[in-house]
């Protein structure tokens, strides 16, 4: 607690060493600065990076479980009588693929295994050759149910013409790149053959431009039942594709549902190892140099509150010989320490905030020929709050020992003149 | 005869510096009435200062017993010490240690500051009046660095009294000023003491102030040298040659 004798002390000392105190002022409002700059550039640009990576993917794909070939002299061990055995030829080996039959079933559970879960899609997936003319292209071809599909993929947002929510059997829905390379528009007909031969006609339903490569370039999209037909899949799926609120959950929540389903579940990052790790390293790298903003921030007050208790010493003196307490001295300059911290994020906060916007300004043209900013820049209020607190606490602890010291001024050395 | 303001009963000081012991005051025992004016004298290392200090609580006893007011303050902990020291005490240094960032009158004012607002806005009056008697009226709302030292004494005795205390302690007030300003800064503590009927006890070199206090205090080798009690004429120059 503050009383007016401590606050006046406090903002005297401040106000008649304005020169010293702007400077401090000016120390930790570029700690404040570089604390909000460097979160939000470094955190837009890793966001980037990551919805770059993830964005035209699941965040939790969940497929078939991987069945490993079993050698005879084995069987013993797994409990089966090996006079049970029959040994023949399997015929059509790559016709026995994998694939999910009762995912009506577990749909629903999906939906609700976690509060992160915002989408999933069933999907079927395989390659099929494109022909139109005497072009021929070989394309990933995707079944989706496309209301679900969208919260994994945001297409209806990119598309360029046409529609992909509520598209109907026959339709096709493919990427600008592609559509540019056939020559197709809308309600333009192409031909998709499947893997084992089918073949199936389709009309161009909508053309996207997702800004993912391997979304826009050689991916097509027909409706779930077109997919399983020409797939030959009959009534079953390749996968889910949950998408996450929190992509950064990822892993966490596929471990927990994991054990509840006869499936196996593998999240983005166990895909993206290497991201991973650099997103990773270039946290910490952030970090260290936040810890190392702090630290001087903080020292630049613990400095100059030294250098006023120093050159206050005998003025402290006094004020203890007159009947100021120990903890009132000290509450002074912790008190300062404050003002100091409070002021440096005044001046911090919105020198961020107007550099980030100038920054936010800036177009240029991306690789993929869009116009936008070369910085993903979201100012976050819960940082420009953190970031002060952050430099209120800093400024608290570094005050705290050159209060100490203050406070522990003995008058009577003071009144000997030592 | 009134409550005295100071008594102290067989008093004494010891310092300790690991095992090893240094008596500096032994057995003191006298008292000083509301209004008093006493000189301390002796020379140095004679722990006049010290004995200042106890009863100026800056420092505790290692035997026997102080009173202030009749309250026993020896054994006070160090916020008691504080505050009896704020309500109660003056002090005036050798150095007058004025706050450069506040005016002459929030110099003045400073101990009341510390009881709070209302506190000092009830003794700003009072306290413009007496920088108006020592000559300071169109100083009050200077910063001290404008002043001249014999001012700043000037401030610094005006602030002893901030608080209508019952006795000022004065630790060589006038050791750091030329003649002229000592001259003037002592008449003023002698008047002040006598209109406003608070004790005055300083520890001072001069024997010129000396002897016109009231009573005068000698010590030697940490013992009062001569009994306590108002100083005649030249008593002073014959029972206490300086050391």
């Known amino acids: ?248 959950a990822a892993e966490n929540i596929a471990r927990r549902i994991a054990p509840g389903l006869p499936f196996k579940v593998r999240s983005w990052v166990v895909d993206n190892p290497n991201l991973f790790v650099t997103l990773a390293s270039q946290g910490q790298t952030r970090d260290l140099i936040l810890i190392m903003t702090t630290i001087a921030s903080g020292f630049g007050i613990g400095s100059i509150l030294v250098m006023v208790v120093t050159s206050k010493y005998r003025e402290i003196g006094i004020l203890k010989a007159m009947g100021a307490t120990p903890g009132e001295i000290q509450s002074i300059f912790v008190l300062e320490g404050l003002l100091l911290a409070f002021l440096g994020c005044l001046a911090g906060v919105p020198l961020g905030v107007v550099l980030l916007k100038a920054l936010a300004a800036i177009r240029s043209v991306g690789p993929d020929g869009r116009v936008g900013s070369p910085f993903l820049i979201e100012i976050d209020p819960v940082l420009l709050v953190g970031a002060s607190l952050v430099a209120i606490v800093t400024g608290a602890i570094a005050s705290y020992f050159p209060a100490r010291r203050a406070g522990q001024v003995d008058p009577i050395q003071v009144i000997r003149g030592s | 005869m009134p409550q005295p303001v100071v008594e102290l009963d067989r008093v004494g000081k010891t310092y300790y510096t690991g095992d090893v012991e240094t008596p500096v005051l032994f057995d003191l025992s006298f008292s000083i009435v509301p209004g008093e004016f006493v000189a301390i004298v002796g020379g140095s290392g004679s722990g006049k200062t010290t004995l200042l200090n106890l009863m100026g609580l800056l420092d505790r006893p290692t035997a026997g017993v102080i009173r202030v007011e009749g309250r026993e303050v020896s054994h006070l902990d160090e916020l008691g010490r504080a505050r009896m020291r704020r309500d109660r005490l003056g002090f005036i240094f050798q150095f007058h240690y004025l706050l450069p960032e506040f005016t002459v009158l929030e110099n003045a004012l400073m101990p009341c500051r510390m009881r709070g607002r209302e506190f000092e806005k009830s003794r700003e009056a009072r306290m413009r009046e007496l920088l108006t008697y020592v000559g300071l009226e169109e100083k009050l709302n200077v910063r001290p660095p404008q002043l001249s030292g014999g001012q700043q004494q000037r401030v610094a005795v005006v602030r002893s009294l901030a608080n209508d205390p019952a006795v000022v302690f004065a630790d060589e007030p006038t050791g750091n000023l030329d003649s002229k300003s000592g001259r003037m800064v002592f008449d003023l503590m002698k008047r002040l003491s006598r209109e406003s009927g608070t004790a005055f006890i300083m520890v001072t070199h001069d024997d010129n102030f000396a002897l016109e206090a009231d009573r005068v205090i000698r010590i030697r080798d940490g013992r009062i040298q001569a009994p306590p009690g108002r100083h005649e004429g030249t008593e002073l120059a014959v029972a206490a040659p300086e050391a």
């Open chain 1, 1 to 248: 607690m503050t009383t007016y004798f401590i606050r006046s002390v406090a903002f005297r000392h401040l106000r008649y060493s304005v020169g010293q105190s702007l400077l401090t002022i000016g120390v930790v409002g570029i700690s404040v600065l570089l604390i909000i700059y460097l979160r939000t550039i470094i955190g837009g640009t890793q966001t980037r990076i990551v919805q770059n990576t993830t964005g035209a993917i699941p965040h939790i794909t969940v497929e078939p479980p991987e069945r490993t070939p079993v050698g005879a002299w084995q069987l013993a061990n797994l409990g089966i009588d090996p006079d049970t055995l029959y040994v023949g030829e399997v015929v059509n080996l790559p016709k026995a693929r994998e694939s999910i039959e009762d995912w009506r079933l577990w749909l629903p559970s999906l939906d609700g295994a976690d509060p992160a879960v915002t989408a999933v899609s069933p999907i079927v997936t395989g390659q099929a050759f494109m022909n139109r003319g005497s072009r021929r292209q070989s394309v990933r071809l995707a079944g989706v149910i496309p209301e679900r599909h969208n919260g994994i993929v945001e297409i209806e947002k990119s598309l360029v013409s046409g529609r992909f929510i509520g598209m109907s059997p026959g339709d096709i829905v493919l990427g600008r790149k592609l559509a540019t390379d056939f020559g197709l528009k809308l309600r333009d007909k192409v031909r998709l053959v499947g893997p084992e031969g089918l073949t199936l006609n389709f009309t161009v339903a909508g053309i996207y431009n997702t800004g993912f490569g391997q979304v826009d370039d050689g991916q097509v999209f027909v409706t779930l039942r077109d997919g399983q037909s020409l797939l030959e899949l009959g009534g079953s799926i390749s996968s889910f594709g949950i998408k996450l609120a929190d992509l950064y």
